[in-house]
C-alpha cells in the first residue's frame, strides 16, 4: 500500500473512495476494522458474526460511496452505520426488545440506507452466494471451511489432505473467481472488501 495513504484524514480517504480508489478504500478498512470490531462484539455479544457485520459495513460504505465526500464526520458516520447494522442484526435474530440491544428507532433514524442502497446491499450479497456455489467443489469447500467453519489454513491442509500453499492458492483462486463473477453482473467491489471474505 502507498504509505502516503497513512498521513491522509478520513475527510480525504472518503473523498478518494468516492472516486474509486481502492487504495483508500483499504487503509480506511484497516483503519478502523480494529476499532470497530470490539463495539460490534460488545453490542450483539456473538462473535461468530462480527466478521459478517464488519463485512457489510464496509460493503454498504463502498455503495454509498458516491456520498462520502458530503460527509463531514467520517467517524461519526462509520460508527452510526455500526450501530445501524447491530440494530438491524439484533432485530433481526429476534432480540429487539433484549437488554443487549442499546439503540431505538429514532436515535438510528439517519442511519438508515436508501432503497436502492438496500437493494443494491441485498443484490450484490446474493451474488456473492452464487459466486460461492459456482466454485470448483475443492474450491467450495476450502471457502466454506475458511469462512464458514473459521478454520485456519494449516487445519484445512490438516483435514483435506492438502498442503498450506495449496490451501493459500486455492483461496487466492477463489477470491478473483467471485470478483470475476461479481464484475461479469456489473458489481465493482474492492479486493480489500472481498479478501474479508476470506480472511
Known amino acids: 500500500m502507498d504509505t502516503a495513504y497513512t498521513a491522509y484524514e478520513d475527510t480525504e480517504l472518503f473523498r478518494l473512495i468516492a ?7 483499504r487503509q480506511l478498512f484497516e483503519r478502523y ?8 462484539r460488545s453490542i450483539i455479544g456473538e462473535e461468530a458474526a462480527v466478521k459478517d457485520l ?5 460493503l454498504l460504505l463502498w455503495i454509498s460511496r458516491e456520498k462520502l465526500p458530503d460527509v463531514q464526520h467520517p467517524e461519526k458516520w462509520i460508527f452510526r452505520m455500526v450501530h445501524y ?10 432480540v429487539r426488545s433484549s437488554a443487549k440491544l442499546k439503540l431505538n428507532d429514532t436515535q438510528i433514524a439517519g442511519t438508515a440506507n436508501s ?3 438496500n437493494t443494491l446491499f441485498l443484490e450484490t450479497s446474493r451474488l456473492i452466494r452464487q459466486a460461492v456455489q459456482a466454485l470448483p467443489a475443492q474450491a467450495r469447500k476450502v471457502y466454506q471451511l475458511r469462512r ?3 478454520m485456519k489454513i ?13 490451501v493459500k492458492n486455492t483461496l487466492t483462486r477463489a477470491l478473483k473467481s467471485i470478483q ?5 453482473n456489473g458489481i465493482i467491489i474492492p479486493a480489500a472488501l472481498l479478501a474479508l471474505l476470506l480472511s
Open 148 to 150: 464458514e467453519a473459521d
Open 115 to 117: 432503497t436502492l442502497e
Open 33 to 40: 476494522t480494529p476499532r470497530i470490531r470490539p463495539l460490534i
Open 54 to 58: 464488519i463485512q457489510d459495513i464496509f
Open 154 to 166: 494449516d487445519e484445512i491442509a490438516d483435514l483435506m489432505g492438502l498442503s498450506p500453499k495449496t
Open 85 to 94: 447494522r447491530c440494530y438491524k442484526w439484533l432485530r433481526d435474530q429476534g
Open 180 to 184: 470475476s463473477y461479481l464484475e461479469d
Open 19 to 25: 472516486e474509486g480508489d481502492e487504495t483508500a478504500f
